[in-house]
């Protein structure tokens, strides 16, 4: 199991974010329908370009994610596993009442560059045809003839999210230190 993980977190860490999207969208309508056809199905089955660009800034955010939780999960010292051990809890309960809090206290400055870098990543979806902030905006600044507006606006709108969400982040992030 750890092997798949290291397999996992390093190759979608090692393949940039829009080859994975490439590989997604022409591959998961394929790999559906032969499994499909494994049991019998002889229909068309097709996923949305959405759901593709969901289903790759997931992988590739998570594949991140899993490395701050990593990495947090080192810096717990091995006394507290010992303790809640020693407090006699089962080891689900002592990860979930001991260690989860003080690891999700550790992670939450790299899960917010995570969420920072999976709001940037959905400009990349518009090359598969997602009609997200970007692509919309390149079609109404080419309409228009206007696109230094329209591409300010998203500059502007793409920072208004990333400044709130980072005030969201140090907002829990000082809540999690006063408990």
């Not at 499909?36 to 370009?49: H, L, P, Q, S, V």
């Not at 994610?65 to 080891?91: D, K, M, N, Y």
């Not at 979806?125 to 080419?142: D, F, H, N, Q, T």
Request: glycine fraction near 12%; charge should be positive; proline fraction near 4%.
């Amino acid at each position: 199991m750890a092997g798949a993980a290291n397999l996992y977190t390093t190759v979608m860490r090692g393949v940039p974010p829009l080859l994975v999207i490439f590989l997604l969208f022409f591959g998961t309508n394929g790999a559906l329908m032969w499994v499909a056809r494994g049991f019998g199905y002889t229909g068309y089955i097709e996923i949305d370009a959405f759901s593709v660009g969901v289903m790759a800034v997931t992988l590739v955010s998570a594949s991140y994610s899993s490395e701050v939780f990593r990495g947090a999960h080192g810096t717990i010292p091995a006394g507290q596993f010992e303790a809640f051990a020693a407090l006699g809890l089962r080891p689900f309960l002592g990860l979930y009442l001991v260690i989860m809090p003080q690891m999700f206290r550790q992670a939450l400055p790299g899960l917010g560059n995570v969420w920072i870098m999976a709001i940037k990543e959905t400009t990349l979806l518009s090359v598969i045809s997602v009609a997200e902030l970007m692509r919309v905006v390149g079609l109404a600044g080419r309409t228009t003839g206007q696109p230094f507006v329209f591409y300010g606006a998203a500059a502007v709108i793409y920072f208004v999210l990333v400044a709130v969400s980072s005030r969201v982040f140090v907002a829990v992030e000082n809540r999690m230190r006063w408990g």
